[in-house]
């Protein structure tokens, strides 16, 4: 319900994806946010389709939940950059996005679970295709009901290289693209899928 269709492991799947693996200036900002010790956590990409009901609609979530309950006096938040590309225009016809600016900041509580309902000083973001709206794991945000046209995005995460890499979608595919790729691959490109990079 509200999720649309979502393929995952994209660099496993098709070479053309490999080359969003070092996309500037997307890597730049993450590394200069984060440092130059970061790694993907994963591509995948939603397709929502047009329709009535909740259905076509995601409610409030967050990408990254990691919050320890009390949180210990030495607690680290950990940081993701999740970088939304959308290939559609992001409109009233194709649902766009909602957010809470400063919603990351929320380490006490969890966005309201299945409620699709307004919340204060949510921001409504419409772009142009092409564009790339990027924000924080832990930003509350929704998606709008998709209503004329399909809304394909594709979502591009980095996070620290020492974070766990994301349970969503599984393992990797067996015989997946960047187990060969990696055979040959830069240092820099071996960090970026996993591969070193923490101690």
């Not at 929502?48 to 919050?67: D, F, K």
């Not at 929320?106 to 092409?130: F, M, R, T």
Request: glycine content about 8%; proline content about 10%.
């Amino acid at each position: 319900d509200g999720w649309g269709f979502i393929p995952r492991h994209l660099m496993d799947k098709d070479q053309a994806f490999l080359s969003l693996l070092k996309c500037q200036p997307l890597l730049s900002i993450a590394r200069a946010m984060m440092g130059p010790l970061v790694r993907l956590r994963g591509l995948s990409a939603r397709i929502s389709y047009p329709g009535e009901g909740r259905r076509q609609q995601a409610p409030w979530h967050r990408h990254l939940r990691v919050i320890s309950n009390p949180l210990p006096p030495w607690f680290s938040q950990p940081h993701c950059i999740d970088c939304l590309i959308y290939l559609d225009d992001l409109n009233e016809d194709t649902g766009p996005v909602v957010v809470v600016p400063g919603s990351h900041n929320w380490l006490d509580c969890e966005p309201p679970l299945n409620k699709y309902e307004p919340l204060e000083n949510e921001v409504e973001v419409q772009v142009k295709a092409g564009s790339v709206v990027l924000i924080h794991g832990n930003v509350w945000h929704r998606a709008l009901p998709t209503l004329k046209t399909k809304r394909r995005m594709l979502i591009l995460s980095y996070t620290p290289t020492w974070l766990r890499k994301s349970p969503h979608g599984g393992p990797n595919p067996e015989n997946g693209l960047t187990k060969e790729f990696l055979q040959e691959a830069e240092f820099s490109e071996q960090m970026l899928l996993g591969i070193g990079g923490y101690t």
